[in-house]
């Protein structure tokens, strides 16, 4: 790709990102009268990374570090839809001519996902928060690769070579020095790994909320349909909230999984993130993850005129949302790309839907 085309995609992200702090910015100063004691954090953007390799791991969901009340319990739903496609050769010169060619030998990922999760996290004590995630994973070829291109081009971001392949195909062939098989060329669905994990809050101010994370990933998923790793992970990590203003609230968060296989690496997980909250029921959010991948291969790509292997750079994938709360109730949307060093899925929507309620009020209870 010229420079220049590549300077033009970097400065319409850098545009689009600068433009939705501003309306962000905007909305918080225009509501700048409302109460200043009142926390309106709605927390981060909650999710799971679903590129492949990463998903057969556990992932840093992104939990906020602030406690809550004792007693809580919190369900959600989400929905994740997962559109992916990778190619090993990056000579497109044999395509200048017949676009829309389909050649299994160049492709390691060409699919769409759907992706159904339900969780719970109970509050044994205020700052004690214990929770699990489950997934139910579905590959198939898909019907919106045409409609995945046009955003693309809509936001200047790169097709990934989408353009010269056939639409709506279902393929995953991934090559490793790891000895894993991640291989899959026809639909498949099945339940994943189920995530354990507590957090503890053990320092919290006006501004700062700082926790510990552990976790486990039971591996009850199988890896023959990309729904996990058939072996168990352990991960544990660090969480910061800093509500910096009533209105701003900045999240980071950094630590490491281990992977029980003895094949895939050691990950690191991390994501910096800013919530923008103006009002009670709405928050604008925008976060990025930051991961290693837990395998490698002797495979060269490009980008730009630079030449790394595959896997081999680190996870930057740049996160778009809204969360809405009222009362008990929180609605999540968000985009997920993968930005920078195309090192994730092509594109990730999530929808989230959670509920809380306290268990000892609901009983009648007094404490």
Request: glycine residues 6%; charged residues 15%.
């Amino acid at each position: 790709m010229p420079i220049h085309s590549y300077r033009n995609q970097t400065l319409l992200q850098v545009k689009f990102l600068l433009i939705f702090m501003c309306v962000g910015l905007f909305a918080a100063t225009a509501s700048y009268a409302e109460d200043s004691t009142s926390d309106y954090s709605k927390g981060p953007l909650y999710g799971k990374n679903l590129y492949i390799p990463f998903l057969l791991h556990y992932n840093f969901p992104s939990l906020p570090a602030k406690s809550g009340e004792q007693f809580d319990l919190q369900y959600h739903l989400s929905f994740y839809y997962v559109n992916d496609v990778n190619y090993a050769n990056n000579d497109m010169s044999q395509y200048a001519e017949t676009k829309r060619r389909y050649i299994k030998d160049n492709i390691t990922r060409d699919y769409e996902s759907w992706v159904a999760e339900f969780g719970l996290a109970y509050n044994i004590f205020k700052q004690l928060q214990v929770g699990m995630d489950m997934r139910v994973f579905s590959y198939y070829g898909g019907y919106m690769d045409s409609m995945i291109e046009a955003f693309h081009n809509f936001f200047g971001f790169p097709n990934g070579k989408r353009e010269f392949f056939s639409q709506n195909q279902v393929y995953i062939n991934i090559p490793n020095d790891n000895g894993i098989t991640m291989f899959l060329d026809k639909p498949a669905t099945s339940f994943g790994d189920i995530d354990l994990w507590c957090k503890w809050t053990f320092m919290e101010t006006k501004s700062i909320s700082l926790a510990i994370l552990g976790a486990f990933k039971a591996p009850t998923g199988r890896l023959s349909a990309l729904s996990g790793s058939d072996y168990l992970d352990a991960a544990t990590g660090l969480l910061l909230d800093f509500r910096a203003a009533r209105y701003i609230t900045f999240f980071t968060q950094a630590g490491a999984v281990f992977p029980f296989n003895n094949k895939s690496y050691t990950m690191f997980n991390g994501m910096a993130g800013l919530e923008i909250h103006p009002w009670k029921f709405l928050s604008f959010n925008m976060q990025m993850n930051i991961k290693t991948s837990p395998i490698s291969n002797d495979n060269w790509n490009s980008r730009h005129g630079t030449y790394f292997k595959d896997y081999s750079l680190p996870q930057t994938n740049l996160l778009v949302g809204v969360v809405m709360r009222y009362k008990d109730f929180r609605w999540q949307f968000y985009f997920e790309e993968d930005t920078f060093t195309y090192q994730g899925a092509d594109i990730t929507f999530n929808i989230s839907f959670s509920h809380t309620i306290n268990l000892c009020v609901s009983s009648g209870v007094v404490q």
